[in-house]
Each structure stands twice: as structure tokens, then as C-alpha cells.
């Protein structure tokens, strides 16, 4: 059964930094690995996708790299912004109908 | 263009009511599911369908059940409301189910509380 994990579960920087969000899956058999992002009470949204092909995505300021044979993916975040504050959720498709399994989630808040 | 919708946003219920969660979405999108998030748990699946006249059963089906009629609809029934489903259930669509581009788009909530 897909275990997915993320470490840490929050997080607290200053405005400015460069971090890193640590997600580790068990079985190495994927098809994507997706990052959301969810804000307080409301819904995912998608940031990024990396097909099980592709070692990285970028979207802005944001880089999302994946190792698929250890079973990591990071999400980099870069000169972070207090609108960045949220919990981060990554989850992995292992193809059969879609189905995601998803981590519990990093807790991010960027003060200023 | 809408996207996913869901209905009601917030719903109290006591135990052993029935309700129907509300799922729409406008992409022409052959697969929908349903996810719960409970604290600590993160989100698990408990049906989806591929397409119309479709349905499986995902982690968490017991006390739920689900039809699609429509590419567009995808309700989500509890059929006698307990305290253990008290949560925020979440619906998703994507186009090409299980591809490996598939993005998963999901809806705003609706959070539920059964007392």
C-alpha cells in the first residue's frame, strides 16, 4: 500500500528565504506526483505535476523536483512572501484510475 | 467556466439523517471522485467513477454511496448519518484519468458536521 509522508509538518521563516518541502512515497511505481496547495477553509489548488518521466517542474517561483527510485520529491520555494502562508499537500498517482494518495501536509507560515 | 463546484458549503446533520453532497463540474471531464480530509489524516478517496454509469469504491466507501448519470454530476449520499463522518469532503475531476499528465482538479468543500 502507497505510504506518502511530508516532512516538516510547519514550518515557520521570514520573509525573503529560499525553503525546501520534503515529501517521501513508498512505492516507486507512479505515474505523477502532484503539489497543491490549500488555504485555510477552502479547497486544492494544483501548483505543480511531475510525470513519473521528468526529474523537475518550475511554475514562477516555485521548483518541484522528483527522484522517483528513492521515493523524494522537494518543492522549493524561493524569496518566500507572507501570501505563501498555507499548508502544501503533496500526493502521488499510481495510475490505477487516478486514484491520488496524499501526504498530511506541510503547514507553511512566512512572516514578516 | 466554472470549474468543480460543490454544494452546500457547510451542513450540520444529526445522526442517522441522509444527504446528498452536490458535485458539478463543467471540463468534460470523464473522471470525478470524492475525498475526505479529517486532521492528521490527510485526504482519502472513498468512490470514483471514469466515466457515466461508472462507480468504484476507493479507502473509505462504508457509509456512502455514489451514482453518475451524467459526465457533468457525480453525488456523493450518506445514507444514515454518524458522528464519524463529521468532516470536509472535498470533489476532484480530471480528463484523462490515470494518464500521466493528469492534473487533478478539486472543488471548494463542503464541510459537514454530524452530531
Known amino acids: 500500500k502507497q505510504e506518502v509522508t511530508q516532512i516538516p509538518a510547519a514550518l515557520s521563516v521570514p520573509e525573503g528565504e529560499n525553503l525546501v518541502l520534503n515529501c517521501s512515497f513508498t512505492?516507486?511505481?507512479?505515474?505523477?506526483l502532484q503539489w497543491f496547495r490549500q488555504d485555510p477553509g477552502k479547497g486544492l489548488t494544483s501548483l505543480l505535476l511531475?510525470?513519473?518521466?521528468?526529474r523537475e517542474q518550475t511554475s514562477g517561483r516555485l521548483n518541484a523536483s522528483l527522484d522517483k527510485s528513492s521515493g523524494r520529491s522537494t518543492l522549493y520555494i524561493a524569496a518566500s512572501q507572507p501570501g505563501d502562508s498555507a499548508t502544501y499537500l503533496c500526493?502521488?498517482?499510481?495510475?490505477?484510475?487516478?486514484?491520488?494518495?496524499f501526504g498530511t501536509g506541510t503547514r507553511l507560515q512566512v512572516t514578516l | 467556466n466554472a470549474g468543480v463546484t460543490q454544494t452546500p458549503k457547510f451542513q450540520v446533520l444529526k445522526t442517522g439523517q441522509s444527504m446528498t453532497l452536490q458535485c458539478a463540474q463543467d471540463?468534460?471531464?470523464?473522471?470525478m471522485s470524492w475525498y475526505r480530509q479529517d486532521p492528521g489524516m490527510g485526504l482519502r478517496l472513498i468512490h470514483y467513477?471514469?466515466?457515466?454509469?461508472?462507480?468504484d469504491q476507493g479507502e473509505v466507501p462504508n457509509g456512502y454511496n455514489v451514482s453518475r448519470s451524467t459526465t457533468e454530476d457525480f453525488p456523493l449520499r450518506l445514507l444514515s448519518a454518524a458522528p464519524s463522518q463529521t468532516s470536509v469532503y472535498f470533489c476532484?475531476?480530471?480528463?484523462?484519468?490515470?494518464?500521466?499528465?493528469?492534473?487533478?482538479?478539486f472543488g471548494p468543500g463542503t464541510r459537514l458536521t454530524v452530531l
Open positions: 476532484a475531476s480530471s480528463y484523462l484519468g490515470g494518464g500521466a499528465t493528469d492534473t487533478q482538479y
Open positions: 512505492d516507486s511505481a507512479i505515474y505523477n
Open positions: 511531475i510525470q513519473s518521466s521528468q
Open positions: 500526493a502521488v498517482n499510481t495510475g490505477t484510475a487516478s486514484k491520488l494518495t
Open positions: 471540463m468534460n471531464h470523464e473522471y
Open positions: 467513477s471514469v466515466g457515466a454509469g461508472i462507480t
